[in-house]
Nanobody, 121 residues
Protein backbone atom coordinates (compact mmCIF):
# COMPACT_ATOMS: atom_id res chain seq x y z
CA UNK A 1 0.00 0.00 0.00
CA UNK A 2 1.30 3.45 -0.95
CA UNK A 3 1.77 5.57 2.13
CA UNK A 4 3.78 8.58 1.01
CA UNK A 5 3.27 11.47 -1.39
CA UNK A 6 6.31 13.23 -2.80
CA UNK A 7 6.34 16.81 -4.10
CA UNK A 8 8.61 19.76 -4.78
CA UNK A 9 10.49 18.62 -7.84
CA UNK A 10 11.09 20.73 -10.92
CA UNK A 11 13.57 22.11 -13.39
CA UNK A 12 16.51 23.90 -11.81
CA UNK A 13 19.77 25.21 -13.25
CA UNK A 14 23.11 23.76 -12.15
CA UNK A 15 24.12 25.17 -8.81
CA UNK A 16 20.52 25.80 -7.82
CA UNK A 17 18.46 24.45 -4.94
CA UNK A 18 15.19 22.63 -4.37
CA UNK A 19 13.35 21.31 -1.35
CA UNK A 20 11.42 18.09 -1.71
CA UNK A 21 8.63 17.05 0.64
CA UNK A 22 7.36 13.60 1.52
CA UNK A 23 4.05 13.40 3.38
CA UNK A 24 2.32 10.43 4.93
CA UNK A 25 -1.27 11.69 4.87
CA UNK A 26 -2.87 8.37 5.76
CA UNK A 27 -0.50 7.63 8.61
CA UNK A 28 -1.14 8.31 12.24
CA UNK A 29 1.74 9.93 14.08
CA UNK A 30 2.28 6.94 16.37
CA UNK A 31 3.08 4.90 13.26
CA UNK A 32 5.12 7.58 11.46
CA UNK A 33 7.29 8.76 14.36
CA UNK A 34 9.26 5.52 14.90
CA UNK A 35 9.97 5.05 11.20
CA UNK A 36 13.43 5.13 9.68
CA UNK A 37 12.79 7.23 6.58
CA UNK A 38 14.74 7.53 3.38
CA UNK A 39 14.90 9.46 0.14
CA UNK A 40 15.73 7.48 -2.99
CA UNK A 41 16.25 8.43 -6.59
CA UNK A 42 16.02 6.57 -9.86
CA UNK A 43 17.11 7.30 -13.40
CA UNK A 44 15.75 5.37 -16.38
CA UNK A 45 17.31 1.95 -16.76
CA UNK A 46 18.78 1.87 -13.25
CA UNK A 47 17.62 0.75 -9.84
CA UNK A 48 16.61 3.04 -7.04
CA UNK A 49 19.51 4.58 -5.11
CA UNK A 50 19.16 5.46 -1.44
CA UNK A 51 20.57 8.98 -1.13
CA UNK A 52 19.67 9.96 2.42
CA UNK A 53 18.06 8.52 5.52
CA UNK A 54 16.94 9.82 8.90
CA UNK A 55 16.23 7.88 12.08
CA UNK A 56 13.41 8.60 14.53
CA UNK A 57 16.03 10.39 16.65
CA UNK A 58 17.06 12.45 13.61
CA UNK A 59 20.42 10.83 13.02
CA UNK A 60 21.16 11.19 9.32
CA UNK A 61 23.15 9.33 6.71
CA UNK A 62 23.97 10.29 3.13
CA UNK A 63 25.25 8.70 -0.02
CA UNK A 64 28.68 9.82 -1.09
CA UNK A 65 27.34 11.49 -4.21
CA UNK A 66 25.16 13.92 -2.23
CA UNK A 67 27.09 14.35 1.01
CA UNK A 68 27.59 18.01 1.83
CA UNK A 69 24.95 19.12 -0.68
CA UNK A 70 21.72 17.46 0.50
CA UNK A 71 20.09 17.65 3.94
CA UNK A 72 17.31 15.39 5.15
CA UNK A 73 15.03 16.51 7.97
CA UNK A 74 11.70 15.43 9.40
CA UNK A 75 8.70 17.08 11.02
CA UNK A 76 6.85 14.39 12.93
CA UNK A 77 3.91 16.66 13.74
CA UNK A 78 3.30 16.97 9.99
CA UNK A 79 4.25 13.36 9.19
CA UNK A 80 6.64 14.84 6.65
CA UNK A 81 10.24 14.29 5.60
CA UNK A 82 12.14 16.91 3.61
CA UNK A 83 15.15 16.80 1.35
CA UNK A 84 16.90 20.12 0.93
CA UNK A 85 19.10 19.90 -2.17
CA UNK A 86 21.77 22.49 -2.90
CA UNK A 87 24.48 22.93 -5.53
CA UNK A 88 22.50 20.70 -7.85
CA UNK A 89 24.31 18.99 -10.71
CA UNK A 90 23.08 17.40 -13.95
CA UNK A 91 23.80 13.98 -12.45
CA UNK A 92 21.18 14.68 -9.77
CA UNK A 93 18.52 14.47 -12.46
CA UNK A 94 16.17 11.65 -11.44
CA UNK A 95 12.77 10.80 -10.05
CA UNK A 96 12.95 11.12 -6.28
CA UNK A 97 10.96 8.87 -3.96
CA UNK A 98 10.62 8.45 -0.24
CA UNK A 99 9.80 5.40 1.83
CA UNK A 100 10.22 3.92 5.24
CA UNK A 101 13.09 1.49 5.62
CA UNK A 102 12.99 -1.87 7.35
CA UNK A 103 15.83 -2.99 9.59
CA UNK A 104 17.45 -4.67 6.57
CA UNK A 105 17.33 -1.30 4.72
CA UNK A 106 14.68 -2.57 2.31
CA UNK A 107 11.68 -0.34 1.58
CA UNK A 108 8.62 -0.97 3.69
CA UNK A 109 5.70 0.21 1.59
CA UNK A 110 4.69 0.36 -2.05
CA UNK A 111 6.28 3.19 -3.97
CA UNK A 112 4.45 6.42 -4.65
CA UNK A 113 4.64 8.41 -7.87
CA UNK A 114 7.80 10.25 -6.95
CA UNK A 115 8.76 13.76 -8.00
CA UNK A 116 10.93 14.60 -10.99
CA UNK A 117 14.07 16.70 -10.55
CA UNK A 118 15.76 17.91 -13.71
CA UNK A 119 19.09 19.71 -13.81
CA UNK A 120 20.10 20.43 -17.40
CA UNK A 121 23.70 20.13 -18.49
Amino acid sequence: QVQFVESGGGLVQPGGSLRLSCRGPRMITSVFNPLLMGWYRQVPGKGRELVASITPDRFTNYGDSVKGRFTITRDNSRKTVYLQMSDLKPEDTAVYYCNALKSNRQPTYDWGQGTQVTVPS
